[in-house]
């Protein structure tokens, strides 16, 4: 995956940077084309299926050379998305370069013949409020950019042209397996990618599933018989051809326009009708099959899994049946082996899902249970009960009920589907072309067009002991090989005749039942016809209680965002109340997973926290939200764990606590930023301690402080009047007590002030580096907010392109703006495989110097191009309900009760000038006046180098007194 971001906020961008990994692993390989059309062939195949309430709209063309498309015009689109996939990814990598899918989607960024300049493409994004990147799947590649609505044809020339003539600069071709050899080193030892990596490695050798995917310094090579170049070059000539490209573009230009643009840019991308990929090799024989594989991972983690291959059924797609049969399975209603194993106290949770084409001619079919370490010794009766349930779905068959009720699910979330942005959603279009017809390239995944119990049955009798791997995962599982090319240990044994007798002895026990109807669908789905006002209103006001509420200009659907905040000033609270609270929401989360599934089922979420008192959340469906709110709070207000229950969720967090040092160094460094800046914190070894004190009185004793003593602040988003939302506040006041003579504040924080100047140093037991160099402003307000953000937006893709591109020095790298409360400021941040702390310190210091000729040399247009995007980012319309709440709910969780903190920072933005980004810059990094807060993560590689420092800085020796200090 290629990342190159010029705009999105940091926190974002590590929200997903996980989930777009894995999206670029679990996209998984499939024939290509449309699905057979069916009976009904009087419909036009080019007509779109779409959401009711949608209101854009769509044109589903093929262009001569091929390509098919499809074009959205949305006339609130704020900017514009785009979007080609092509039908060859790292499946199909020479056994001579493996890698080379990936490791070409790098390199086809540096330039075209139109545009020959590497930077240009990245820069010209950067200018108008663009983004772009990439990611290499089994199968496919994807490439897709977004950017302002007036720049979208200058923006298809050049994506465009990146099909037609690539330069492929042979001197870039090191620094680009360099990049994927940082990817893959930034992977390496994550338990994620070793399982997906292992389990292909075990699959057939003879299949391409089996070999290594990403690319590395090792494999992306010249050979005696392979040059790596050329190899490239005759890929590119193989698979990169119109007739296996799909493409979307979408933007608030008329269709007419747009088609007439992607024409133009589409139409003379060479279509040398090469014949798509097919794999006529089985995933597995019956040498790979019916076997246990043992991994002991990285971090502490404990589940067995039930993982089955199946055949390709995609062309299923319309009736549903892994659905309808992973819905059986995932259900905790009472008497189902999810509610069995919880009651038993064995698991965490339960998942089962299927992905059809997950090996291209093949599929995978997995049943997964996270345990408990109390659930380790009873992993053969887990395994046992769950063959028997399949044996009695077979026998029984799954009933036209379960059907409907999943139907039901699929209907609702239709007629009612959530938008996605441009970029996100010219994505998806592009990659689901590759496999679906244009009149179900949205509506496939909701589909259900009929009962068919043969489809459902097909499924089920795959479901059996012949297809079945058994996946044992625990730091206690015994291994006798080591992965090549991660840092993974397993062991493979056959199932034995003796192990399917122990698993059947095991669970002879247990009767389990099918799970009975689901009560939380909403009845009621009409709409609130009471006035929607501007701006959030407060209705109810009485000392100790405030509700506001306000109903969706934008999104006419029976959903609500709802908050219930029960307020408590958590300032003066010990290390031993707060670990305590955490138990206690720990235990009683997880005592409420069967409930929070079947909510979920219905299209209903909710989620009881603690952060300065309880805080309910309420999401979905507003029809049952009454309803689910007083069926948490009563069983929270009776709540009472066992002390077996309060030892396990110790257990648990003591897990977390010790699994977040293991994660990427990249995603540990933004975590302990805010340790140094939010208030209060503790060290890790603090927290550990303080889990293994806690018992069953103290968790008691927080769960009766948390119902005492409380202010109630409630804001109601969505499809609610008046009276139903004060109803839903009745229901509450029923359980918490409430204290009028509480005054509400926000966390405290560390404040920014000139003087503050501190760094914190850990060594990792991992092998990359990571520092984070936060530079904040000490003075508050929107004026210094939208300077942080618009200058970010200058720097990122320099400071990407110098230390990425040109240095190599790691693959995650970025600048970007942080904001902490009313603070702002630029966060420098990297991962490295190459040099140690101060190197990198020493280069951003680098960048920094240089960056001023550059900041002092901007032109009127660039700034006034960027100033400009960041506008367009600030008032683009949200594409959600819940993207339009978080807007309001900022402000109210803020108390700014005129809701008008973008009409502010907009104001902010009109008015700025370039003077006023210099004299930022000058101020803030120059002449020193930010707070600098430093984050150093030391890898194994470099344990022997110094740590980085810098004049006046103070090394946090301690969270936990450095926290006790700033108090």
């Known amino acids: 995956m290629l990342v190159r971001k010029s705009k999105q906020s940091l926190l974002k961008h590590l929200r997903s940077f996980t989930l777009l990994a894995s999206a670029a692993v679990v996209l998984s390989a499939c024939q290509p084309g449309p699905v057979a059309q069916g009976p009904e062939t009087n419909i036009d195949p080019y007509v779109i299926n779409t959401s009711p309430n949608d209101q854009r709209e769509y044109r589903a063309i093929t262009l001569e050379n091929g390509v098919r498309m499809v074009l959205v015009h949305d006339p609130e689109a704020e900017k514009s998305g785009a979007a080609l996939a092509v039908y060859a ?23 075209t013949e139109k545009y020959p300049d590497p930077d240009e493409y990245g820069e010209f994004m950067a200018q108008n409020g663009g983004m772009h990147n990439a990611y290499t799947a089994d199968d496919h590649t994807n490439y897709m950019l977004e950017v302002n609505n007036d720049a979208l044809p200058e923006a298809l020339d050049r994506f465009a042209d990146f099909f037609k003539a690539p330069m492929f600069y042979p001197e870039y071709a090191e620094k680009e397996v360099n990049a994927v050899d940082s990817e893959w080193s930034m992977r390496r030892a994550s338990d994620g990618y070793i399982l ?12 391409p599933i089996a070999r290594f995917r990403i690319g590395n310094n090792e494999t992306l090579s010249d050979k005696e018989d392979s040059k790596l170049h050329d190899e490239m070059l005759a890929f590119y000539e193989r698979y990169y051809s119109a007739n296996l490209m799909t493409a979307s573009v979408v933007s608030n230009r008329p269709l007419d326009e747009l088609e007439a643009l992607a024409r133009e840019a589409f139409a003379d991308i060479p279509n040398r009708n090469v014949e798509a990929p097919v794999i006529d090799v089985p995933v597995a024989t019956a040498e790979q099959l019916e076997q246990k594989i043992y991994y002991r991972p990285q971090m502490e983690m404990r589940s067995v899994g039930l993982d089955f291959t199946i055949e390709n059924n995609l062309e299923d797609y319309r009736y549903q049946p892994n659905r309808i049969v992973a819905h059986l399975l995932n259900s905790e209603m009472p008497g189902t082996p999810a509610a069995l194993f919880r009651e038993l106290g064995w698991m965490e949770s339960m998942g089962a899902g299927a992905s059809p084409n997950a090996y291209g001619n093949a599929g995978r079919f997995q049943i997964q249970v996270s345990l408990t370490e109390a659930g380790m010794a009873h992993r053969d009766t887990i395994i046992g009960v769950v063959l028997n349930y399949l044996e009695q779905l077979r026998a029984e068959g799954i009933s036209e009920a379960y059907y409907e009720e999943v139907a039901t699910v699929l209907n609702n979330e239709f007629t009612f589907l959530r938008r996605t942005g441009a970029f996100n959603y010219a994505t998806s279009l592009a990659a689901n072309l590759l496999y679906y017809p244009y009149s179900d390239v949205i509506d496939h995944n909701y589909r259900l067009d009929g009962y068919s119990p043969e489809r459902i049955n097909r499924v089920l009798n795959q479901l059996t002991t012949d297809n079945l791997r058994v996946w044992y995962v625990s730091p206690q599982e015994e291994t006798d090989q080591e992965m090549y090319f991660f840092d993974g240990r397993y062991r493979v044994e056959d199932i034995t005749a003796e192990d399917y007798a122990n698993w059947q002895q095991a669970a002879a026990q247990f009767t389990v039942n099918l799970p009975s109807v689901n009560t939380l669908f909403p009845e009621d789905l009409t709409m609130s016809s009471e006035e929607v006002t501007e701006k959030p209103v407060e209705i109810h006001a009485e000392p100790g209680v405030s509700v506001y509420l306000k109903r969706s200009h934008r999104f006419a659907e029976p959903r609500a965002e709802v908050l219930v905040q029960m307020y408590q000033p ?10 305590a609270v955490q138990v206690l929401m720990d235990t009683f989360n997880l005592s ?26 309420l999401t979905g469906f507003n029809d049952q939200q009454g309803q689910l709110a007083s069926r948490v709070l009563a069983s929270f207000a009776e709540f009472s764990p066992s002390e077996n229950a309060v030892n396990q969720s110790a257990d648990r967090l003591r897990r977390s606590v010790q699994n977040q040092r293991l994660q990427f160094p990249m995603q540990q460094m933004f975590p302990a930023f ?10 890790y070894q603090d927290q550990i301690a303080m889990l293994q004190e806690i018992g069953l009185d103290d968790v008691l004793a927080a769960r009766d402080s948390l119902l005492a003593g409380n202010i109630m602040r409630v804001f109601v988003f969505g499809n609610y009047n ?5 109803a839903l506040v009745e229901d509450v006041k029923q359980y918490v007590t409430v204290d009028p003579s509480i005054t509400y504040a926000r966390s405290p924080i560390v404040k920014p002030t000139t003087d503050l100047k501190v760094t914190w140093q850990d060594d990792l037991t991992l092998e990359d580096t990571a520092v984070l160099d936060v530079w904040l402003s000490p003075q508050e307000g929107y004026g210094e907010r939208v300077r942080a953000w618009v200058l970010s937006e200058m720097m990122h893709n320099r400071f990407f392109t110098e230390l990425r591109t040109e240095d190599q020095l790691g693959y995650a790298v970025g600048a970007n703006r942080m904001n902490i409360e009313d ?3 630029i966060g420098f941040y990297i991962q490295s495989p190459v040099r140690g702390t101060s190197g990198l310190l020493a280069r951003f210091d680098e960048f920094r110097a240089g960056y001023a000729e550059r900041i002092a040399n901007l032109s009127d247009e660039q700034f006034e191009q960027v100033r400009a995007s960041v506008l367009t980012d600030l008032l683009q319309p949200p594409q959600t309900l819940g993207q339009e709440a978080g807007r309001f709910r900022g402000d109210w969780s803020n108390e700014r009760y005129d809701f008008d903190s973008t009409e502010q920072m907009a104001a902010e933005l009109r008015a700025l000038t370039k003077a006023d980004i210099q004299n930022f810059y000058q101020r803030l990094i120059m002449d020193g006046e930010a707070a600098r807060i430093l984050v150093q993560l030391r890898g194994t590689r470099f344990a022997e180098e110094d740590f980085a420092t810098f004049d006046g800085v103070q090394v946090i020796e301690s969270m936990t007194e450095w926290s006790a200090s700033q108090q």
């Open 89 to 111: 990814g790292s499946m199909q990598n020479p056994d001579s370069q493996l890698g080379l899918a990936h490791y070409l989607e790098h390199m086809l960024f540096l330039g």
């Open 196 to 207: 997906f990596a292992l389990n292909n490695i075990l699959m057939n050798p003879e299949h």
């Open 570 to 579: 958590w300032t003066d609270k010990s290390l031993r109340e707060q670990v």
């Open 592 to 617: 409420q997973q069967a409930l929070a599934r079947e909510a979920s089922i219905a299209g209903t979420g909710f989620r009881l926290s603690a952060s300065n008192g309880l805080q309910l959340t």
């Open 674 to 683: 805010n340790q140094i800046m939010r208030l209060p914190s503790a060290d």
């Open 722 to 726: 008046n009276a139903d939302a004060m």
């Open 823 to 825: 603070y702002s400021g």
